[in-house]
């Protein structure tokens, strides 16, 4: 195991492997390093491929602390400096896309990232609004939180069935549930608040840089719709849409999904 202890007082698990141009790889709520296996596996031949496992997830640090998108980008701030990472990709999934499109807009003065994609994103919003009326509504989403708070595993049991589309991955869904209840429960519900309540619909005309958003076509735990929205807003983007995936597309699709990597990353 690789571990790197921050200025920020967090020591992070994280994998690094390969040569060249470097990509991040950023995973979602509860979620760990793992879920990038297969990219890391196709990719590593021409690309620096590092993974991590954000505070509170997997082997790293579990502190009781906010778990906001600023704390954690503060982390993966200080991780970028010490390994001196230049022209650096992030790929992020599900919520980690929230903290990737925030640390673009907001952490990024040095620019070291050069290029951002987001997969099954749960960003600019995770909740729907007057005016976009589509995601998850608030009362659905302060159930789920209070459901997270007393029964844990169970909430995270369910969305791990939510995560497919394809009915044949059983053992994949079982694997990635395994890995998730390392995830206290402190961190799954400061982590679920901040997902909740954080509103980046105001940082999308500030992303100037190339920007990849992959969505899978039936995911059923972030509204596609979304990522529609930030497509028609970001200037440099491009959407893909992966045809048999539900939220899980880099399991669903790992061809697929290593395919659009390696080709957004080599224009």
């Known amino acids: 195991m690789s571990f790197i202890d921050l200025e920020t007082g967090i020591r992070l698990h994280y994998r690094d492997t390969g040569s060249g141009k470097p990509i991040l790889f950023v995973p979602g709520l509860a979620a760990t390093l793992d879920s990038w296996n297969y990219q890391v596996a196709a990719l590593h031949d021409r690309f620096r491929c590092l993974s991590v496992d954000l505070r509170g997830h997997g082997d790293s640090d579990k502190p ?10 503060t982390d993966l701030q200080a991780m970028i400096k010490l390994l001196d990472l230049q022209d650096l990709t992030l790929v992020c999934w599900s919520a980690g896309a929230g903290v990737g499109l925030n640390y673009v807009t907001g952490f990024n003065n040095d620019c070291r990232v050069s290029s951002l ?3 099954g994103p749960a960003t600019p919003r995770f909740l729907c609004t007057q005016t976009e009326p589509f995601g998850t509504d608030p009362e659905t989403a302060l159930a789920t939180l209070e459901a997270m708070r007393v029964a844990l595993p169970e909430v995270l049991t369910a969305f791990a069935e939510a995560n497919f589309h394809r009915s044949d991955m059983k053992a994949t869904a079982n694997w990635f549930l395994s890995l998730w209840l ?6 799954a519900c400061q982590f679920f608040k901040s997902l909740m309540y954080e509103d980046l619909r105001d940082r999308l005309h500030k992303v100037k840089l190339p920007t990849l958003i992959c969505h899978g076509r039936h995911d059923q735990v ?4 979304w990522s529609e929205y930030m497509a028609t807003r970001i200037e ?5 849409w992966f045809e048999n995936s539900g939220h899980a597309l880099m399991v669903e699709e790992p ?5 659009e990597l ?3 990353l080599e224009k």
Do not use: G, N
């Open 182 to 187: 390392k995830t206290p429960v402190h961190v």
């Open 236 to 240: 440099d983007s491009s959407l893909v």
């Open 222 to 225: 972030c509204d596609p719709r």
């Open 64 to 73: 009781c602390s906010e778990y906001s998108f600023d704390e954690i980008c």
């Open 117 to 119: 994609v987001m997969v």
């Open 255 to 259: 061809d697929k999904l290593s395919y």
């Open 262 to 264: 390696a080709t957004f």
